[in-house]
């Protein structure tokens, strides 16, 4: 995810979400910003974000993990959590902070002005929707993932991904569940506990460097790596501010090669880690836009941030050069012998196609169509695992409920604006550049 790097998903989409204004066409339009306000309509808008991150603050007391990441001044964040209004009062602020929000975007003429009021327009509907969801309001997982995430999901049904299940079993043929077979094969690519630390670190430099040579970091930018234990996820990020990020991968299952790119792409660069770099470095600290100090996990920043973090590994690393990368580098540092065809990342892909069943699972089993036994054995016979690792999948559905649009639904959304056209390599990375340091909206990147 940013939150967990969990398995990828490959679903169709339907956008619902709405916006004032569109992020421009990067196969036609001409980016231009400009940056005078006058001073009132400047104001009004500092005045409301500073009220959004108090708000934020606040609302983060009553849930852990709401907060993702502040960086913000100490003495605002100690103010908030020694005195924060009751859930009730939060909801009522949304709205009222919301209402004022609509009167002063209707002065603002600057077209990025617009999409930071657009941007703090549905991160308070994203606030109110967690906060009715506190109180004990429940919403069918569409209607959920819409207002929390800002796009609306199409879900397709289980049995449109047999097909693809058939692809895996081509793969890897043989007697007993097609599960334990894809197991017992990658199995074979499992890293040791003692080489983790290398292996890893050699992924994300590898992630750093393909990332580096196309979007500027700041010059003190840095991570600490920590494996840990006891998660419902395979890793995340701890955004800290100045650029220093926490990144822990979590090994209560034996990890496989195929994550060490993923994690460091996904977690690191031009993941969680760059984007949140770009945001503090582009609007909290180059603008002065405070909204930006703050993340609230529940919120269409979190669709921007898991898609972009999904895409970003295609991205870093395209075509065979991930397998190359793999062969040449990863497995020989994790001991793990180089087989003699392509049938591994033939079936890595195989199986990534299948996955956008996951969301379809989610769906069912939070809007009570199936119960917790169905939903671990229908993981995985579609996603193809072990009971394990389909009860630790089932586990991140059940804490972080419709939040599993976003790595799919994310990509796709990340994907499309990325190549539309069939732009070069260059002009590809720029664009992954102004998705993550720009106040973006999924609705944006379609062009609504």
Same mark, same amino acid.
């Given at each position: 995810m940013?939150?967990a790097?969990a398995l990828?998903l490959t679903?169709?989409l339907a956008a619902?979400a709405?916006t004032? $204004?569109?992020?421009? /066409?990067?196969?036609?339009?001409?980016?231009?910003?400009?940056?005078?306000?006058t001073p009132?309509?400047a104001? @009004?808008?500092d005045?409301?974000a500073?009220?959004y991150?108090r708000?934020s603050?606040?609302?983060g007391t009553?849930?852990? *993990?709401?907060i993702?990441?502040?960086?913000?001044? @100490?003495?605002i964040k100690s103010?908030?959590e020694?005195?924060?209004?009751d859930?009730?009062?939060l909801? $009522?602020?949304? #709205?009222? !902070?919301?209402?004022?929000?609509?009167?002063a975007?209707?002065r603002?003429?600057?077209?990025?002005?617009?999409?930071r009021?657009a941007?703090?327009?549905?991160?308070?509907r994203? @606030?109110?929707?967690?906060?009715l969801?506190?109180? &004990?309001?429940?919403f069918?997982?569409?209607?959920?993932?819409?207002?929390l995430?800002?796009?609306?999901p199409?879900l397709?049904s289980?049995a449109?991904?047999?097909?693809?299940?058939?692809?895996v079993?081509a793969?890897v043929p043989g007697?007993?569940p097609l599960?334990q077979r894809?197991?017992?094969?990658l199995d074979?690519?499992?890293?040791?506990?003692d080489?983790?630390?290398?292996?890893?670190?050699a992924?994300i @430099? #590898?992630?750093? *460097?393909?990332s580096?040579?196309?979007?500027?970091m700041p010059a003190s930018?840095?991570?600490?790596?920590e494996?840990?234990? +006891?998660?419902?996820w395979? +890793?995340?990020?701890y955004?800290?501010g100045g650029?220093h990020s926490l990144?822990?991968? /979590?090994?209560d299952l034996?990890i496989r !090669?195929?994550?060490a790119?993923?994690?460091?792409c996904?977690?690191?660069?031009?993941?969680?880690h760059?984007?949140?770099?770009?945001?503090?470095?582009?609007?909290?600290?180059?603008r002065?836009?405070s909204?930006f100090?703050?993340?609230?996990?529940?919120?269409?920043?979190?669709?921007?941030?898991? &898609?972009?973090?999904?895409y *970003?590994?295609?991205?870093?690393f395209?075509a065979e050069?991930r397998?190359?990368t793999e062969?040449?580098?990863?497995?020989?540092?994790?001991?793990?012998?180089?087989?003699?065809?392509d049938r591994y990342?033939? =079936?890595?892909?195989?199986?990534? #196609?299948?996955s956008?069943a996951?969301?379809?699972?989610a769906?069912?089993?939070?809007d009570?169509?199936i119960?917790?036994?169905?939903?671990?054995?229908l993981t995985?016979?579609?996603?193809?695992?072990s009971p394990?690792?389909?009860d630790?999948?089932?586990?991140?559905?059940e804490q972080?409920?419709?939040?599993?649009?976003?790595?799919?639904l994310g990509?796709q959304?990340?994907?499309?604006?990325?190549?539309? +056209?069939?732009?070069?390599?260059?002009?590809?990375?720029r664009?992954?550049a102004?998705?993550i340091s720009?106040?973006?909206?999924?609705?944006?990147l =379609? +062009?609504?």
């Open positions: 940013k939150r790097a990828l679903l169709s619902c709405t004032e $204004t569109r992020l421009p /066409n990067p196969a036609t339009d001409v980016a231009t910003i400009d940056v005078r306000r009132a309509s104001q @009004a808008m005045e409301i500073a009220a991150v708000l603050l606040e609302i009553h849930e852990d *993990g709401y993702d990441a502040y960086y913000g001044p @100490a003495d103010a908030a020694a005195a924060p209004r859930k009730a009062a909801i $009522t602020a949304t #709205r009222e !902070l919301t209402a004022r929000l609509d009167v975007a209707r603002l003429s600057d077209p990025m002005e617009r999409r009021a941007f703090l327009r549905a991160q308070l994203a @606030a109110e929707t967690r906060l969801m506190m109180q &004990g309001t429940r069918a997982f569409v209607d959920e993932a819409e207002r995430f800002g796009i609306r199409r397709r289980l449109s991904y047999d097909a693809d299940l058939a692809k079993e793969l007697d007993g599960w894809v197991e017992s094969y074979r690519f499992t890293i040791p506990k080489r983790l630390q290398k292996v890893f670190e992924a @430099a #590898r992630c750093r *460097g393909r580096a040579a196309h979007i500027p930018e840095s991570f600490r790596l494996f840990v234990t +006891g998660k419902s395979s +890793g995340y990020n955004y800290q650029y990144i822990q991968v /979590n090994t034996p !090669l195929s994550r790119l993923d994690l460091g996904h977690e690191g660069y031009p993941g969680h760059l984007l949140n770099m770009k945001l503090e470095e582009q609007l909290a600290k180059g002065g836009w909204e100090s703050v993340y609230p996990l529940y919120s269409p920043q979190s669709l921007i941030a898991e &898609g972009s973090a999904n *970003g590994i295609d991205l870093a395209p050069s397998a190359d062969r040449d580098v990863l497995m020989p540092l994790a001991e793990i012998a180089v087989p003699s065809d990342w033939q =079936l890595l892909d195989a199986i990534k #196609r299948a956008g996951r969301l379809t699972i769906q069912q089993y939070l009570g169509a119960d917790r036994p169905t939903a671990v054995a995985q016979k579609y996603m193809l695992v394990e690792r389909a630790q999948s089932v586990r991140f559905t972080y409920r419709s939040y599993v649009i976003n790595y799919g990509e959304l990340v994907r499309a604006y990325i190549e539309r +056209g069939k732009p070069g390599r260059d002009e590809m990375w664009r992954m102004k998705i720009e106040p973006t909206l999924p609705g944006e =379609l +062009g609504r």
